[in-house]
């Protein structure tokens, strides 16, 4: 008797384990300001896809070219590093979609934020940052 209950016991807590893996975090929303006068403003969502995080940015007023690019830089949209942590699938008429091979959590905690840029030959001009929180 002593031996079964033992076994019900880690099916049970192996059970719960496998549950809380499953769980995924619930999706965060970004605010895109505009910087450099652009106007782009907007949203990019950041949902948990079990280790690795789907980012999609959706801007208004989009007025260049259509080809922005995009990355998560270490830092906040005040102080950024320069140099892409991350690269994301271009801004293209206001919208991006890309899958990024970094878990969701380890985005959050306010040391990094989303920047849009003018174009690739003027990848100093910011037009779009979000602070991810």
Partial sequence: M??????LTLVALFATI???????HP????????QSHSGE?????????NGRTRVVIHLLHEN?????????????????NPAPKYPLKNVV???SNTIV???IT??????????VHESAKDLNRYVSCGNIP
């Avoid at 999706?27 to 505009?34: C, F, I, N, Y």
């Avoid at 403003?41 to 896809?49: N, Y």
């Avoid at 260049?64 to 950024?80: D, E, L, R, V, Y």
């Fill in 18 to 24: 496998g549950i809380a893996r499953a769980a995924t």
């Fill in 41 to 49: 403003q907007g949203t990019a969502t950041l949902t948990d896809l």
């Fill in 27 to 34: 999706d965060v929303t970004v605010r895109m300001m505009s």
């Fill in 101 to 103: 091979d970094v878990p």
């Fill in 2 to 7: 002593r031996f079964t209950v033992s076994v």
């Fill in 106 to 115: 380890s985005l959050l905690g306010g040391r990094f934020a989303i920047n």
């Fill in 93 to 95: 008429l206001g919208d």
């Fill in 64 to 80: 260049t070219t259509g080809n922005q690019p995009a990355h998560i830089h270490a830092g906040t949209c005040a102080k950024s």
